[in-house]
Structures are given as C-alpha cells and as structure tokens.
C-alpha cells in the first residue's frame, strides 16, 4: 500500500510542468492571468450583468416605462416595519402622500410616506404585460408590487414616469448605441490600419494624411452641426442610424493609428519576412500572421473604448442630440437635469448618473484586467 502511494501522480505537479512544457493554449494563458485581477473580474461581472439587464429590460424593470403615476415623487424605501414600528418578514414601501407641510424653496406640498397603505414586495410578480425579446408574452416581472400596486424605488420624473425602469429600459438603447458605434469603429480602423502599416510607402503617407485630417476635426461642433441637419419629424430610427454613423465615422481614425503602428513592428518580423519570401499573397500575411498578433491589442481598445462612447451619447442626448422619444437612453433621461432648481428639489432624478458610472467603471476594469492579461511581460 506504501508503494501504490509513493507512485500516485501529483495533480499539482502535472499542472506545473504542463505549463512548463508549453501544452497550455493562448487563451487559456490570458484566463489564467486575468482570473488573478479583482477589478477585472469585476468588471467582467458588472459587464454581464449590464448585457443581461439590456437585453430582458421589460422582465427587470418593475413597472412600465411610460405609465404615469404623480409627478416628482420621492424614491420609495424598502422597508421590514409596519406603522407601528416592529419588524416583519414581509418587505414593503409605503405609497407617498401630500403633507401640510410645504417646501421652501417649491413652495408645493412635501411628499412623505403614507403608512397605513403598504404595498407588500415580491419577486416574479404580475405587472404589466410586454413581450419577452419580443416573442413571448407575459406578465412576470423580477421584483415588484405583489398586489401590482406601482412602486418607484428611485422615484418619478416630471411626467410621473418610474425612473428606475426608464434606466433599465435606457440601458438598452445606450449599450446598444455605444456596441454598434466601437463595431463600425474596431472594423474601420483595423482593417486601415493593416493596411496602412503593411503596405507603408506612398499609400501609407497619403492615409495617414486623411486620419490627421479626421482626428484634427473639432467633434463636439461638428456632432451638433450634423445632427441638427436631422428634421425633428424623421422616423427615431432614421435619428438614431445618423447618431451611430456620424459617431463611427469620427471615432475610426484613433484606432487605426494604434493599429498601423502594431502592424509597422509585426511587417518586419523574421516569419512575416519568411512568408513573403516562400511567395504567400499580401492577403494570406495580413489576416494569417499580421491579424492574429493585433487582435489582443484590438480587443482591449475595444473594452476601453466602449465607456468613452457611453459618455459621449449620453452627453448628446443631456444636450438633446442624441435620442429622440419614445426611445429612452441615460442621456435623454438627464435632460430633466438641465436646472440646478430642479436638482436641488428632486436630486432623485440624477439616477442615471449611476447607471453611467457603473458602465464606465465596468467595462474600464474589464479593459484594464484584459491589458494586463494579454501584455507577455
């Protein structure tokens, strides 16, 4: 028995001279690294969770974004109290009543909760009915009302409407306006790249005096001049196809630079060179040699460069160029916010504000983690 002991395998000496002796795959490399990082392990968390909220905004959110309750009304705490003070099991908010007290600086009725009307909580209760992705109806929603009763744990905006679902449904508009833009940008911008840096010479010079020109155009004047080119009765998507073309075709030219650059050191590689000596085709270098090496750089800008187009949308739509409704995104949700009179009364309504800075955070702790786990050294 001694014996059999003595020769069993060591699992944790297996795995050290497998990765030793090299059997262990690129990405499994990459995982290993990036596992190690906290932040971009949470940021990996915090991206999923965005996607899936996005993409199941009707299942997540706890009321419908366009009913109306009344205007401005306070967030609404969740609470394991009755009236009298002691504790239950059950979690409830407490509808909000008009008091005797007015607001000093509103001079309007203040708003406080109504204890002796309860409206207990639940999860996957009955609500409004919406089609799930579009295909299949139903009426259950993550959490809410038992009774079906509204409930508006981050408050309502000037139409009465439940912030907290427009921000969840919003989600899915920004996210989506912001995959799109870096889609159109990463495939521009890469494929100008590979060949600007692979080809170099006359072909090289004159590209890269177009990117200068692009990159040299002041955006902000340039984004509002172009949208307001948009009549204000053009169908939303025809708005929005514009935002996401005119953002793309501005944004395209930082990445090919970053990408010309990684192609001018790969082009001179002792196998790049090999391969165009034994006769391979100028197409066969760029996608099967040059290609695979810029992708962990691409990959990476692209996790970075997400957050910079959520900011710009939103900072569009703040000023009312970005979204129209019915459509709702975290910028069009902020113009409420356009005076401080309104902030100081209702700071509520800056809850998108969040929603942004988690994105950002997100996906800038995702990009981060991914540089770190892709840089051999």
Request: proline share 6%; net charge negative.
């Amino acid at each position: 028995m001694a014996a059999l002991e003595e020769i069993r395998p060591d699992p944790v000496a297996e795995e050290t001279v497998t990765r030793a002796s090299g059997n262990e795959s690129y990405s499994a490399l990459v995982w290993r690294r990036f596992r190690r990082s906290l932040t971009g392990i949470i940021g990996l968390g915090l991206v999923a969770l965005l996607v899936v909220t996005a993409l199941f905004a009707e299942f997540f959110s706890p009321m419908n974004p366009m009913a109306t309750d009344a205007s401005f009304s306070p967030p609404q705490t969740v609470s394991f109290r009755d009236k009298d003070g002691r504790l239950s099991i059950s979690p409830r908010v407490y509808a909000n009543a008009e008091t005797e007290e007015l607001d000093p600086v509103t001079f309007q009725p203040i708003v406080g909760p109504d204890y002796d009307n309860p409206r207990y909580l639940g999860f996957f209760v009955r609500g409004s009915e919406y089609r799930l992705l579009g295909l299949v109806p139903t009426d259950r929603h993550f959490f809410g009302s038992i009774d079906g009763e509204p409930v508006h744990f981050l408050g309502t905006d000037k139409f009465g409407r439940d912030v907290l679902s427009r921000a969840i449904h919003g989600s899915r508009v920004s996210l989506a306006i912001a995959l799109s833009v870096v889609l159109i940008v990463t495939v521009v911008g890469t494929t100008v790249g590979l060949a600007s840096g692979y080809f170099g010479g006359v072909a090289d010079a004159w590209i890269q005096r177009f990117v200068e020109i692009v990159l040299a155009f002041p955006q902000l004047p340039l984004y509002l001049a172009l949208t307001s080119l948009i009549p204000v009765t053009a169908p939303t998507h025809v708005f929005l196809t514009f935002v996401v073309v005119v953002m793309s075709a501005l944004g395209w030219a930082q990445m090919s630079r970053e990408v010309r650059g990684k192609t001018l050191a790969l082009a001179r590689i002792d196998y790049v060179r090999a391969a165009i000596a034994v006769g391979a085709t100028d197409r066969r270098i760029i996608f099967q040699h040059i290609l695979p090496n810029v992708m962990s750089h691409v990959i990476v800008a692209v996790t970075l460069h997400i957050p910079s187009v959520v900011l710009l949308e939103s900072f569009l739509g703040f000023l009312g160029f970005a979204v129209k409704p019915p459509l709702i995104s975290w910028g069009l949700m902020l113009q409420d916010t356009a005076t401080y009179s309104v902030i100081g009364s209702y700071p509520w309504i800056l809850a998108p504000v969040g929603f942004v800075l988690v994105t950002v955070f997100a996906f800038n702790a995702l990009g981060d983690g991914l540089r770190d786990a892709v840089d051999p050294y």
